[in-house]
């Protein structure tokens, strides 16, 4: 007759869920799904932990809203909008670098523009759309 195993949970595991718990120890976050290790990454690395928790949503493992009310206390419109990234733009978007914008930089040829457009008396609104 073939042995039953029971789920178990590491000692001093985080439960989320009826299946899936965290386990931090030393400088790692291992997730769990049952007895298996699912996913692991650096306690500093926010990237891993946004696509972990995102994975494990949108394979069933673990509902928003069972992590919600779990000791991580995530937000639920957060978690779904780590979902919807995942299943729009897919796992690279987690670890993309985002992009900024450069603001505006005055250049002396810019700097001559503006005061030539305030010489003649031009609106300031005219002035800012010349930037």
């Known amino acids: 007759?073939?042995?039953?195993?029971?789920?178990?949970?590491?000692?001093?595991?985080?439960?989320?869920?009826?299946?899936?718990?965290l386990l931090k120890k030393e400088d790692r976050v291992t997730y769990f799904v049952g007895p298996d290790?699912?996913?692991?990454?650096?306690?500093?690395?926010l990237a891993s932990k946004r696509f972990a928790i995102a994975t494990l949503i949108v394979n069933g493992h673990v509902r928003a809203s069972e992590v919600e009310v779990s000791p991580l206390g995530i937000p639920h419109r957060t978690l779904m909008n780590w979902t919807k990234r995942l299943d729009e733009q897919g796992h690279?978007?987690?670890f993309k670098e985002q992009a900024r914008s450069s603001g505006v930089i005055?250049?002396?040829?810019?700097?001559?523009?503006?005061?030539?457009?305030?010489?003649?008396r031009c609106h300031r609104k005219?002035?800012?759309c010349c930037l």
């Open 106 to 120: 005055m250049t002396p040829a810019k700097v001559a523009e503006c005061n030539g457009l305030l010489d003649q």
């Open 37 to 45: 290790s699912y996913f692991s990454h650096r306690v500093e690395d």
């Open 126 to 128: 005219t002035v800012l």
């Open 92 to 94: 690279d978007s987690f």
């Open 1 to 21: 007759m073939p042995q039953l195993l029971l789920q178990g949970f590491p000692d001093g595991a985080i439960k989320i869920g009826p299946v899936v718990s």
